[in-house]
């Protein structure tokens, strides 16, 4: 008998701490020592004690499932522990103004092979050349901008 409260007691905990830990261990854990007591409770008490074992299983599990669903996010707890603002930022900004650069001319600064580094006026880009392998000093145009880079295409 003591096993088998152990069992349920351990299950019902592991459960309840599977709702405020990272990563499904302790719900697994907590599953299986609640298995264990109703194949304990079967053991014990025959087919109606573990028929009730299942049923006060089943509705752990369920007691559970409400509060990490439906209780917890909605309890004081949460709110301290989420965030109710969202920040309309970039990690970085864009490379250039798409137009301050699309159709004006570059150099080559380095060799594109496709990637490298060209000049339009006073200012260095990380350029892409969609025509692959561009030698430094070619004359390029600006055709468009990717995320953190120009693309380019020999003149």
């Keep these: 008998m003591s096993l088998l409260i152990v069992f349920f007691a351990l299950g019902i905990i592991l459960l309840a701490l599977e709702v405020v830990t990272p990563g499904p261990l302790c719900g697994i854990a907590g599953c299986v020592c609640m298995v264990l007591g109703v194949i304990n409770a079967f053991g014990l008490f025959g087919p109606l004690g573990g028929a009730l074992a299942v049923v006060m299983a089943l509705a752990a599990l369920a007691a559970v499932i409400y509060l990490e669903f439906f209780w917890l996010p909605r309890s004081r707890l949460a709110k301290k522990f989420t965030m109710d603002t969202t920040l309309h930022a970039t990690s970085q900004p864009p490379p250039a103004n798409p137009d301050d650069v699309v159709g004006r001319e ?34 390029l145009k600006v055709v468009g901008l990717d995320n953190f880079r120009l693309i380019v295409s020999e003149i």
């Design 106 to 139: 570059a150099v080559a600064e380095t060799t594109l092979a496709p990637g490298g580094y060209v000049r339009i006026e006073d200012r260095r880009y990380e350029a892409y050349c969609r025509s692959g392998h561009v030698a430094v000093g070619a004359r």
